[in-house]
Every structure is written in C-alpha cells, then in structure tokens.
C-alpha cells in the first residue's frame, strides 16, 4: 500500500509537468529528458519505462532514446538492481499537438 501511495504521488507530479510542458511547447518542438533508475520501497524503478508510460498518458510520443549503464555503489542500490542493472536514459519525446 505504502509503494502504491509513493507511486501515485511521483506520477501524479510528473503527469503535472508533461501537462505544463505540452503548453508551453512549441508545435514541432522537442523535449529531452535525462533520468535515472531510482529504488522506490526496496526495488529498482526503471525510469526510461515509467517515463515512457507517463508521457503517453499526456500526449506525447517517444522518438529515440538512449541509455548507458551506471555503477551501482551502496548496498541497497546493489541489491535493487542486482538483475538489470542500473540505467541512465535520455529520452526524446514530441508533443500529438505539435
């Protein structure tokens, strides 16, 4: 329940931003984004795939990426991205509208 409330308040906020962003764009204009993975209650988040989602809910639309992989240095970090790894990503995303 605890990583649900957590969920649903970063995307909330971050539904907030793609929304104020789609309004001050350009048409045709481009929006780039730098984020990492980050652990949320224990486990790692991939952002490149939460970010992808969110963006779509608002209206944009991906159009390349980029992401490299990034040491992971504490133990919980280690432990949360012992599968995956843990990842840098650049993304490029175009507003419908634009």
């Known amino acids: 329940a605890r990583r649900d409330a957590v969920e649903e308040r970063w995307s909330s906020a971050l539904k907030e931003v ?12 481009g929006l780039y984004l730098v984020m990492g993975d980050w652990i949320e209650s224990g486990h790692g988040v991939d952002a ?41 990503h650049l993304l490029h995303f175009t507003h419908a509208r634009g």
Not at 18 to 29: D, E, H, Q, T, Y
Not at 59 to 70: I, N, P, T
């Open 18 to 29: 793609f929304s104020s962003l789609a309004r001050v764009l350009k048409p045709g204009g």
């Open 48 to 88: 490149a795939k939460a970010l992808r989602k969110l963006a779509g809910t608002e209206g944009w639309e991906l159009q390349s990426f980029a992401s490299v992989q990034r040491a992971a240095h504490s133990k919980p970090e280690r432990h949360a991205f012992e599968k995956r790894g843990k990842w840098e």
